[in-house]
């Protein structure tokens, strides 16, 4: 009777293991690639599984998230023969469980590989000067070249990141006197620049200051000549105004002269002069005459007088 019960708790025991090995429950990230009797039979997602206990078998779990695969540190020389050291990162993933298991051994370590083959070539192709300053050019070329080789092992690689590069000790200390010269020719260049931009201002400005001088003594002169052409225009206004009074009246003249007169007299009598005599217009006119009769009286008692003697 104790046998049996052993038998049964053995049996029991057993049974338990065999199904305890066949379920399967798998994370959301991870992929499990299932072999039956030694062939490939399927690919587990994630969520719960149910295989045969011994005749299925689990060949490799793997995982959908991306992974990073190191380039070491490697030297390797450029076209123009420069020594440089450098590694980087790829990223990938995997697309498909079964070939990133039956193609290759380690797609990691073969990805690592191809990338440091790939870098020797694509390095050995540029100059130094290029290497340095065209890192996003390397590392498209970088990703296209892996991309295609990682497609065949059901890898898909993402980007590739050059993360360092290292030049020797000499070579550096030339890079930087030369930036350093870059800088200072940079710096004159600038400096130079913002001289000839302030003198072209400046010249701008004078320019400008001399323009506006020439247009406000143009400006000047016209305004002078339209007072003189209105003053001009105003007298030969007053000169046909008279004109045309005298012609109708003949006391206008008179009227116009005696108005002259009446000023004269007026600025005469004003002066502090003493030395003025006041004539009345018709004793200048006798004092004219008698100073031509005195003339012709003088003349002929001369000629008498010569005859005379």
């Known amino acids: ?9 053995a049996i029991l025991f057993f049974a338990i293991v065999i199904i305890a090995k066949g379920v399967k429950i798998v994370s959301q990230s991870d992929l499990y690639v299932v072999e039956r009797l030694g062939k490939f039979h399927k690919v587990l997602s994630g969520g719960f599984h149910i295989i045969i206990p011994i005749i299925d078998q689990v060949r490799a779990v793997l995982t959908s998230r991306e992974q990073l695969v190191n380039i070491e540190k490697q030297a390797v020389i450029t076209k123009d023969n ?8 790829v990223f990938c993933k995997v697309e498909d469980a079964t070939m990133a298991t039956y193609n290759v051994v380690n797609f990691k370590h073969a990805i690592a590989n191809l990338a440091m083959t790939t870098l020797r070539a694509e390095i050995g192709a540029m100059v130094l000067d290029d290497s ?3 890192r996003e050019t390397l590392n498209a070329k970088l990703q296209s070249e892996l991309g295609s080789a990682a497609t065949n092992w059901g890898i898909k690689v993402t980007r590739v990141e050059i993360a360092d590069i290292s ?17 200072e020719k940079r710096a004159i260049q600038t400096k130079a620049e913002a001289q000839k931009e302030a003198q072209i201002r400046e010249a701008e400005a004078f320019k400008q200051s001399e323009i506006l001088k020439a247009e406000a003594i143009e400006r000047m002169a016209d305004a002078k000549k339209y007072e003189q052409e209105k003053i001009a ?5 007053a000169m046909n105004l008279i004109n045309l009074a005298m012609s109708q009246n003949e006391k206008a003249a008179e009227f116009m002269l005696a108005k002259d007169r009446v000023a004269a007299f007026k600025a005469l009598a004003e002066s ?10 018709d004793v200048t006119q006798m004092i004219g005459s008698t100073s031509v009769l005195g003339d012709a009286f003088f003349k002929g008692a001369s000629n008498t007088k010569a005859n005379n003697g």
Not at 173 to 178: F, H, Y
Not at 272 to 281: A, G, R, V
């Open 167 to 183: 030049v020797p000790p000499s070579i550096e200390k030339a890079m930087n006197m030369q930036m350093e010269a870059e800088r």
């Open 82 to 89: 420069v020594n440089i050291s450098i590694d980087g990162i």
């Open 272 to 281: 502090s002069s003493t030395d003025k005599m006041i004539l009345p217009y």
């Open 132 to 134: 340095l300053s065209n």
């Open 1 to 9: 009777m104790e046998e049996s019960l052993v038998f049964v708790f």
């Open 233 to 237: 225009a105003g007298q030969q206004e």
